[in-house]
């Protein structure tokens, strides 16, 4: 009877702590994070607001999330090799800065979780098959804006009075077809309507930036704007400097190229997009599937001004322009 009531006990006593053990057992998983980047160097700032956003919803590194970093150190051609090392260590999800790096992700694997953060035209990259409906095991947040071509190039007259000819620098096959077509279009009729002539001009990579600002120079540019691509924000530095040698007042996509000295930029804060990537991860880790979160776009803009960078240049910003900034760098 002894040995009955025993039993009984342990039996119980099993099925009453079972729950708490399973439960301190998912507890303690620790969730493991890919991120690839074609380089965390010049992206350093990106990769810890996507690190901030993920504090902020509770992941602490080393006690429930690890992050598995590669960098393709701004040389791309790695990146599949990257991307099939993070494949091969089983982490729970992959974090793609940039268009690049998810193309790469998605040809590593159709299975593992991939959020591309973020990418400048996930359906003409064919990330995705539609914003609305990702599907497949790939989603993330989009930096695609091709409704701002024209007021860059409005915002850059007007820095630039008198302006008559317009540099604008890209990287064809950075983006699909279709949608470079698109943009370069745009940015042709908003020329139209401002009164100034746009040269295109072609830079595949950076031993094209020599000849591209020679090329711009030689036909008399007044200033610059640009597609920007994933190549272009790693070299920002030395295209910001190409543009300070030559004089010509530059009109920047994103503010990372101010940071580096640029004159001007207008377009979606990155830093935001990083951040919302972590509620991506998040929901991912705890069973949504990629391809049931919708691609999100971008919903943070800001025009930064450089005055130092203005100064240097020569030129004395309009009031009415500085006031509109949502940043002055003084």
Do not use: C
């Amino acid at each position: 009877m002894t040995t009955r009531r025993a039993f009984i006990a342990t039996l119980a006593g099993g099925l009453v702590t079972a729950p708490f053990a399973a439960e301190a057992q998912q507890a303690a998983k620790i969730a493991r994070i890919g991120y690839l980047a074609g380089n965390l160097v010049t992206s350093s700032h990106q990769h810890e607001a996507f690190r901030q956003g993920l504090r902020d919803l509770g992941y602490v590194e080393g006690r429930n999330v690890v992050i598995e970093d590669r960098s393709a150190e701004g040389k791309f051609e790695r990146l599949p090799a990257l991307a099939a090392e993070l494949v091969a260590l089983k982490v729970d999800v992959i974090v793609a800065s940039g268009t690049l790096a998810a193309l790469a992700a998605k040809q590593a694997t159709r299975t593992l979780p991939i959020v591309f953060s973020p990418a400048g035209d996930p359906v003409g990259s064919e990330l995705v098959t539609s914003l609305a409906r990702p599907g497949g095991n790939v989603t993330g947040l989009s930096a695609f804006a091709p409704e701002l071509v024209g007021k860059r190039l409005e915002q850059l007259t007007q820095a630039v009075p008198g302006v008559r000819r317009v540099a604008f620098l890209w990287q064809p096959g950075a983006f699909g077809e279709r949608t470079e077509k698109d943009i370069l279009k745009r940015a042709e009729v908003a020329a139209r309507e401002l009164g100034v002539q746009l040269q295109f001009v072609e830079a595949r990579g950076p031993a094209d930036f020599d000849r591209a600002f020679s090329d711009m120079t030689s036909a008399r540019a007044g200033a610059l704007t640009m597609l920007t691509s994933n190549m272009f924000v790693t070299e920002r530095r030395r295209l910001v400097d190409l543009a300070a040698k030559n004089r010509l007042p530059a009109m920047y996509n994103v503010r990372e190229f101010v940071d580096a000295g640029g004159l001007m930029a207008y377009g979606p804060n990155l830093a935001d997009l990083y951040r919302r990537a972590a509620a991506y991860v998040d929901k991912i880790l705890k069973g949504t599937k990629p391809g049931d979160l919708p691609v999100e776009q971008p919903t943070k803009f800001e025009l930064v001004i450089n005055l130092k960078a203005a100064k240097a240049l020569g030129l004395t910003i309009p009031p009415s322009l500085l006031q509109r900034a949502d940043e002055v760098i003084q």
